[in-house]
């Protein structure tokens, strides 16, 4: 799964869920990547049956880079969600893309 985008700046902050839909466990890579499409930092972890994964992407994640795009690797297929939204007094906006559904062969 390519999540287009992910910003982790002063401004603004990025949340990723990633569902495991399978009535099994399930092995997972969150790849960060930068604006190029160079690997900068991953978070790996395993599943148990139909639980979701919750994370706010933070400088820690990505390697200091702030702005770039995700790629989801699983053994079994897994639903994504991404949540943006503003660091701001004035920033109440959260937007959210997905599903994002990955198929294994």
């Keep these: 799964i390519y999540i287009p985008h992910y910003d982790c700046s002063i401004e603004w902050w990025t949340g990723i869920v990633i569902h495991n839909i399978n009535s099994s466990a399930n092995q997972y890579t969150v790849w960060y990547l930068d604006n190029n499409g160079y690997p900068v930092g991953y978070s ?12 706010v ?13 995700i790629f989801i690797e699983s053994e079994l297929p897994v639903i994504a969600f991404v949540n943006f939204g503003q ?5 109440v906006g959260i937007t959210t893309l997905g599903p994002f559904i990955s198929w294994c062969e």
């Design 44 to 55: 790996e972890g395993a599943l148990t049956a139909l639980q979701k994964w919750v994370h």
């Design 57 to 69: 992407v933070t400088t820690a994640d990505t390697g200091g880079v702030t702005q770039g795009f």
């Design 87 to 91: 660091n701001t007094a004035t920033g």
